[in-house]
């Protein structure tokens, strides 16, 4: 699944261990979903839209590319 987390993160200049942190998520969770590696589950895509203030649909894609 495509995501804009990492951008996301860097507009905030949030590393991967500062989002992970936010999130209650290991920094290897954020590295494998931001590279395409994991897809969020639910309650973890609803709790980066609230994070980042926007729908889940604006920060994952699940079409193809």
Do not use: C, Y
Request: charged letters at 30%; hydrophobic letters at 45%.
């Amino acid at each position: 699944m495509n995501n804009k987390l990492k951008v996301l993160r860097a507009m905030r200049n949030w590393s991967q261990a500062e989002l992970a942190e936010r999130l209650l998520v290991s920094r290897q969770a954020v590295n494998a979903i931001e590279t395409g590696k994991h897809d969020p589950s639910l309650p973890l895509a609803f709790k980066l839209a609230r994070l980042f203030e926007m729908p889940i649909e604006e920060i994952f894609d699940d079409q193809a590319p």
